[in-house]
């Protein structure tokens, strides 16, 4: 992999889970992605940005030895990366609300469980040995670990164990294996992860820039402006009733004395149920409107 010197590199999966919302996200921000046949980078046509095509499993590493100064990875691959002794650390920046799963430990549906003890002396399959190992070590239980890079949940099947510890999120794939999750080791989300190696003014400075833009659709993601009329003596209920709102603008409505409209920047989901209080608090004519942009 060549390095260009002056651009920025963002780790990201080549294929599987995460790379159409990682992809998603970064048009969201801005940036065109040149979708070229190299099939190792991508380039950013319109900001200094190249996309490191690879393994989710490689992107710790990359980051933490600063080949690229931000990733894009589940929790999970991190911290099974970070259980490794001696490895180098990165820095998370931002969950980004996408790739939720959990690492559950599951068995068939018969098998007996009552806690962390009903483990012990048992063969659990898993892709995941280092948590696994955490966590086994934490509750004070010996068991077999069995490395699996796939299928772990075929493994009580085929008799390889009597235990998984794998990935979850809807729980569709444990059903149609006749398994059930019987303990939660880890919740994962993909996050945005940062080298700790120092970067140049510049790099630093593109960093910023990049990550302000990702802030930016992350914020915008739940956010909606609201804009009601309401009467004077309404007016502190209802301010303490928008969700997420900040100091909202209060301005009075022309030819309706007492009476005034307030726009405000809602940083939650804005419901239903919440438009009808409002309403019975007074506010009428009230707005909801997406965001496109925001720059905080
Ligand atoms: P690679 O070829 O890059 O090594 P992979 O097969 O290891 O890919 P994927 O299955 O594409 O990885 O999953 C990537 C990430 O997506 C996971 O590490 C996890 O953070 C997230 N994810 C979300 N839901 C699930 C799920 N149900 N099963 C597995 N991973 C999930
Ligand atoms: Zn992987």
């Known amino acids: 992999m060549t390095i260009d010197g002056g651009r920025l590199h963002l780790a990201v999966q080549k294929s599987g889970r995460l790379s159409h919302n990682t992809r998603e996200l970064l048009r969201g921000a801005g940036f065109r992605i040149q979708e070229g046949k190299n099939d190792l980078a991508a380039r950013v046509e319109n900001f200094p940005l190249d996309l490191m095509l690879v393994r989710d499993d490689d992107i710790p590493t990359f980051v933490a030895d600063g080949v690229c100064e931000f990733g894009v990875v ?127 003014p510049d790099k630093a400075e593109l960093g910023e820039q990049m990550l302000s833009r990702i802030e930016g659709v992350l914020a915008t993601q739940e956010s909606k402006y609201i804009m009601l009329n309401a009467p004077e003596e309404a007016l502190e209920q209802i301010a303490a009733m928008l969700p997420g709102a900040e100091a909202p603008t209060i301005l009075p409505l022309a030819g309706r004395p007492g009476h005034f409209a307030v726009h405000a920047v809602c940083k939650e989901s804005v419901f239903w149920e919440t438009l009808q209080k409002l309403k019975s608090a007074g506010a009428s004519a009230i707005l909801v409107v997406p965001i496109e942009k925001m720059m905080m």
């Open 74 to 200: 589940g929790r999970n691959v991190l911290e099974e990366a970070a259980a490794e002794a001696g490895t180098a650390p990165v820095e998370v920046v931002a969950p980004l609300g996408f790739g939720q799963c959990s690492l559950r430990i599951a068995a068939p549906e018969r098998t007996v469980y009552e806690g962390p003890q009903s483990l012990a002396g048992e063969r659990i399959a898993t892709s995941y040995p280092r948590l696994l190992q955490r966590f086994l070590d934490r509750h004070g239980v010996d068991a077999t670990i069995v490395r699996m890079s796939g299928a772990v949940e075929l493994a009580p099947r085929l008799q390889i164990a009597g235990f998984i510890c794998d990935l979850v999120s809807t729980g569709a794939t444990l059903e149609a294996n006749g398994l059930r999750p019987v303990e939660t080791l880890l919740e994962s989300e993909a996050v945005l992860i940062r080298t700790t190696r120092p970067l140049s």
